[in-house]
């Protein structure tokens, strides 16, 4: 008979029925039913990559937008309004030299500036007076303004020739896409005169894979035939309205016809395409362009193209060779019109789309999908991630699997944005991190809800006597809770209050113990905040230590930085028990570094989580010494070395404290570098001072001191070391005295 499951193994099952679901929810997705905001997400996040690659330079200058902007709207609003005007813009970019002529647009339809009935009576008037034999005058005049007339009905003609004039004009055309059945036409769809210059030099044969459409919005033939190539300028849109993709072939009755950018791309490197209709991928030279269903991801590059104004090029304020072998792409720039989102930009122009597709191509920077199979093996795996990771529930420490799921989430970032950046490969992100997140969530629910009952009774019972840190160490692995210790290099902090022994006995208990709770509380917090471990309190006393039981690299920063912040929360508690007529307090600080035993230590009835050692003693006397020289902080040289260059230290001494035979050098904490009172010219001749006294030269010693009490009155080691030298002075030492001080009491 299979065994009941355990409540230690239900966050293992739980996350595996979730990685299930999940897994046969993104196989069907899209195949049988869609997964509500999937495919949003990851949209968002693919805009996300772009964002956080930041913008790539443009690598081909010989792209240019020529754009129709508001100073062109202003200076030649005839090209806006005529025929006419288009042409003398072409002529004037044609005289240019360039490559090419893209034009993001297309003349559907003929120039109307009179009603048909109305135009062929101009036309024949215009006849008829030029067949009199003997005009009047007023005919004569008559004449020459129906000329005028039917010169300016004649735009499209014009503009044709301009367009034949200039060889390198390529035309857009807007395809009309089937998005429905009912978008289908009953018969075939007519396929423009002209527009056979934008098809693939060679379709493969197969089922058609390429976007359908069902008719086309394409240049007149009149202006089409003297194009030299043409294009489609259609773009999708997702459902957020950002262009994301663009179709690189567009099918329309059996033709399949490129896109602008493709026919400016196989000019550009002068290369031939070809379509395989079957997988959809196009083919540019040597070089084939997977697709899906004939449309690439659009590689945006985040850097604006060059670009000119139209007006300058009208007005000839363009360098005679600035546009000379360049690809001009020309587009409506000015404000509120063709506007498209992009991960970049929410109102970039159209014709950017057209240059970042052309720039794409050129240089092989189209971005890839991959596969479904692999998007679903990523699934896969980091389902399996999150099953393994649960069973760490079930052995050790129930924060493990967030923990690992959160290294796991940032790594599988990583890779994805890595894939982005370097290979131009979209991996999907969203599926394969919300699967993890949900077996993570459920299966730290089901721990809660079971094993979580077990482990809130744990830290009930011991949060009274141990620190938090001990008590989930011990909730996690409660064979933690034993007798004995280990060897690790600590920080070990004591702070006590001076003059508490006469303070509490003016006080009555109960505003002592007021009194107490109001000073401990906030450097308990202090200590606490700064990943210290609260070892006991010890009367009015604090005894602190770093890097036990957690790991705590920086513990000696830590330290001395919580002993700083120890003085400023002391400044704000003055000031209220001035108010309420009690006495302001100092306090005296002793910080040690050094190896430590450190565990929990006691009898089999009681266990107290502590350390020991000589490093331990050192720095409860250094705490005692603090009241001798008139400082705050005094800090061992193991410290001063560990702590680093965040903080202002001064060699105080050398001192044999009581209960070792060994002098030590011994410093002050002065403050946070950049944040002391003491100028770097104090400490440099506090420096000489010290090197004079521990040569016996106490006169060269004393004048450096008078010096710097000059400066700060209030200096505490100045006054102590200016008795001693006067002392010294008076009655030199012994022949071979070292310039250590003994201390004097505990």
């Known amino acids: 008979m299979a065994a009941r499951p355990t409540p230690r193994n239900w966050p293992l099952y739980a996350a595996i029925a979730v990685a299930a679901a999940c897994v046969l929810g993104y196989a069907g997705h899209g195949r049988l039913v869609a997964v509500p905001g999937l495919d949003d997400l990851e949209r968002r996040s693919i805009d996300l990559r772009f964002r956080a690659r930041g913008p790539h330079p443009v690598r081909d200058r010989g792209i240019v937008i020529v754009g129709l902007d508001d100073k062109t709207r202003a200076e030649a609003p005839q090209v806006f309004q005529t025929r006419r005007g288009w042409a003398t813009l072409i002529t004037a970019l044609g005289k240019q030299h360039p490559r090419a002529i893209a034009l993001d647009l297309f003349y559907s339809s003929p120039e109307i500036i009179l009603p048909g009935e109305l135009a062929a009576k101009v036309r024949a008037a215009a006849a008829a007076a030029a067949a009199d034999p003997a005009p009047t005058p007023a005919l004569v005049q008559a004449r020459g303004v129906l000329d005028q007339v039917v010169e300016e009905l004649r735009g499209d003609e014009v503009l044709a020739a301009a367009v034949a004039e200039a060889k390198v004009v390529y035309l857009g055309a807007a395809f009309h896409m089937i998005e429905k059945a009912s978008d289908r036409p009953t018969s075939p769809p007519r396929f423009p005169a002209g527009l056979e210059k934008g098809e693939v030099g060679e379709a493969v044969g197969g089922a058609p894979t390429a976007p359908a459409a069902y008719r086309v919005s394409a240049t007149i033939p009149l202006i089409a035939r003297g194009a030299a190539g043409a294009g489609a300028v259609n773009n999708y849109r997702d459902p957020d309205g950002v262009a994301r993709r663009m179709p690189l072939v567009v099918e329309l009755g059996g033709h399949y016809v490129s896109s602008l950018g493709l026919s400016l791309a196989a000019l550009a490197t002068d290369q031939s395409t070809r379509f395989f209709a079957p997988d959809g991928a196009v083919s540019l030279g040597p070089r084939t362009i997977a697709t899906e269903r004939g449309a690439v991801r659009l590689n945006y590059l985040g850097t604006p193209f060059p670009r000119v104004s139209a007006a300058d090029v009208l007005a000839g304020r363009i360098a005679p060779d600035e546009l000379e072998h360049k690809i001009l792409l020309v587009g409506f720039t000015y404000a509120a019109y063709d506007k498209v989102p992009t991960p970049y930009d929410p109102l970039a122009d159209g014709v950017e789309l057209h240059a970042t597709l052309l720039h794409n191509l050129l240089y092989d920077g189209v971005l890839r999908d991959t596969s479904p199979l692999f998007d679903a093996c990523c699934v896969i795996v980091l389902a399996l991630c999150g099953v393994m990771l649960q069973l760490h529930v079930v052995r050790r420490r129930a924060w493990l699997p967030i923990v690992g799921a959160l290294v796991v989430l940032v790594i599988w970032g990583l890779l994805v944005q890595l894939a982005f950046m370097r290979r131009g490969v979209v991996i999907g992100l969203v599926a394969p991190g919300f699967t993890l997140i949900a077996i993570t969530t459920v299966a730290a629910a089901v721990a809660a809800a079971t094993e979580g009952r077990e482990k809130a009774r744990l830290r009930s019972a011991f949060s009274r006597y141990v620190s938090r840190s001990l008590v989930e160490r011990i909730v996690a692995d409660p064979a933690a809770a034993r007798l004995g210790g280990a060897r690790r290099d600590l920080t070990v902090l004591f702070s006590d209050i001076r003059g508490f022994s006469r303070l509490a006995e003016s006080l009555p208990p109960e505003r002592l113990a007021s009194f107490m709770n109001q000073y401990l509380t906030p450097m308990t917090e202090l200590v606490l905040d700064r990943d210290g471990t609260l070892d006991k309190y010890i009367g009015d006393a604090v005894m602190a230590v770093w890097n036990a039981p957690v790991d705590v690299p920086d513990h000696a920063a830590r330290a001395c930085g919580t002993a700083l912040d120890m003085l400023e929360a002391l400044r704000p ?174």
């Open 573 to 746: 508690l003055n000031v209220t028990w001035r108010a309420e007529g009690l006495p302001a307090v100092a306090i005296g600080i002793g910080i040690n570094t050094g190896p430590m035993s450190v565990g929990n230590m006691g009898s089999e009835a009681r266990l107290d989580y502590t350390v020991l050692g000589d490093a331990v003693n050192l720095g409860a006397r250094l705490e005692s010494l603090t009241k001798e020289y008139g400082v705050d902080i005094l800090v061992g040289e193991a410290t001063r070395a560990a702590a680093g260059s965040g903080f202002v230290f001064r060699e105080l001494d050398r001192v044999r404290v009581v209960g070792k035979d060994r002098a030590v050098r011994i410093y002050q904490l002065v403050g946070k570098a950049g944040q002391n009172t003491l100028e770097p010219d104090d400490l440099v001749r506090w420096e000489r001072m010290l090197n004079a006294y521990r040569a016996r030269d106490f006169v060269t010693a004393e004048a450096e001191l008078r010096a710097l009490g000059a400066r700060h009155p209030s200096d505490g080691p100045t006054r102590v070391f200016l008795e001693r030298v006067r002392d010294l002075a008076s009655v030199p030492p012994r022949e071979g005295w070292d310039g250590v001080y003994e201390q004097r009491s505990k």
